[in-house]
Every structure is written in structure tokens, then in C-alpha cells.
């Protein structure tokens, strides 16, 4: 079984910054793309940023310039450095990957369980 477990979130005042991280363990063979996701109250849940196993990455427009995504292949680790917060950025944030299991069977809706991300204005 996989596991990604994430943390970093917490409360930060608008003009700041958070580092989220989210490290997969499990019956891993190999990791393709990961990215992070957030959903705020009453939206829907959107993408923030992606990394590709090649170290491509894509970021909705709303954080490009704040947002950087950075992976640690050794680590099974997935980070999302976000600065200059914006109120509009409060959400639970969401790790997902797409992941080779041990058995090569892929999976690509593998997802961790969520930080809250609040900042306050």
C-alpha cells in the first residue's frame, strides 16, 4: 500500500510564506508526475502546481511567480514553497501522485489526506 502524507500548512498573515511538504512511502517502484491541489469552502478542488518525474512543472495562473514546486526523488518527497500568501490562497492543499507500484501495476490517483492553509488578511 501507498501512503503520501503531507504537513507544513498552518496559519501565516498575507505577505508571507509557507513550505508544504508531501513524502509517499509504501510498495513504491517508481514515481511519475506529483502535484498539489487545493479546494477552498464551497469551490471545487483545482490544481495549484504539477512536476513531472523529469522535473517539468506547470502552475495555475493564480500562483505562478509565488508558487514553486520542487521534488526529491530520493526522498519520495514533493514540496510546494509558496510566498507573497494571498488570502484567496486559503484551502486545504492536497499531495497527489502518480505512482508505479512494486507489482508494476500504475496508479495515478493516489492522494494524501490534506493541510489546511489559512491566511489571514
Known amino acids: 500500500q501507498v501512503q503520501l502524507v503531507e504537513s507544513g500548512g498552518g496559519l501565516v498573515q498575507a505577505g508571507g510564506s509557507l513550505r508544504l511538504s508531501c513524502a509517499a512511502s509504501g510498495s513504491i517502484s517508481m514515481i511519475n508526475a506529483m502535484g498539489w491541489y487545493r479546494q477552498a469552502p464551497g469551490k471545487q478542488r483545482e490544481l495549484v502546481a504539477r512536476i513531472t518525474g523529469g522535473g517539468s512543472t506547470n502552475y495555475a495562473d493564480s500562483v505562478t511567480g509565488r508558487f514553486t514546486i520542487s521534488r526529491a526523488n530520493a526522498k519520495n518527497t514533493v514540496y510546494l514553497q509558496m510566498n507573497s500568501l494571498k488570502p484567496e490562497d486559503t484551502a486545504v492543499y492536497y499531495c497527489?501522485?502518480?505512482?508505479?507500484?512494486?507489482?508494476?501495476?500504475?496508479?495515478?490517483?493516489?492522494w494524501g489526506q490534506g493541510t489546511q492553509v489559512t491566511v489571514s488578511s
Open positions: 497527489a501522485a502518480d505512482i508505479i507500484l512494486q507489482n508494476l501495476v500504475r496508479k495515478n490517483d493516489f
